[in-house]
């Protein structure tokens, strides 16, 4: 049991971080497209991107073994870590809608 609660710990950190890194990407996106640095914008909101990418891959696993009858133990770590990338996806769809209103505005 030790083990399956490494992994799960391995997990929550993966999400976390990436999470975490697509949040300040997003972030960073938009704080370029204030400063009418688009091409900046975009590189951040596809590093954003690939950070949401490697998370999703991480949350796919885990769905992949609660789909094929392993039993995976929920706990407050993981919900916050799901919540963590839930909240970084949100901010980097809403990043990508303020680049285009900058650009209209400018």
Do not use: C, F, W
């Not at 490494?6 to 971080?17: N, Q």
């Not at 914008?41 to 696993?61: M, N, P, R």
């Not at 769905?63 to 094929?68: D, G, K, M, T, V």
């Amino acid at each position: 049991m030790p083990e399956r609660r490494d992994e799960i710990m391995e997990v929550v950190m993966t999400l976390i971080m990436h999470g975490g890194d697509a949040r300040s990407s997003a972030m960073e996106a938009i704080h370029a497209a204030k400063d009418n640095d688009y091409e900046r914008a975009q590189k951040k909101l596809d590093g954003a991107d690939e950070s949401i990418s490697q998370a999703h891959k991480v949350q796919t696993d885990l769905l992949s073994q609660e789909a094929s009858g392993e039993n995976v133990e929920i706990n407050l770590l993981l919900v916050h870590a799901e919540d963590h990338l839930m909240n970084a996806m949100t901010y980097r769809d809403l990043a990508g809608e303020m680049i285009e209103l900058y650009k209209r505005i400018n």
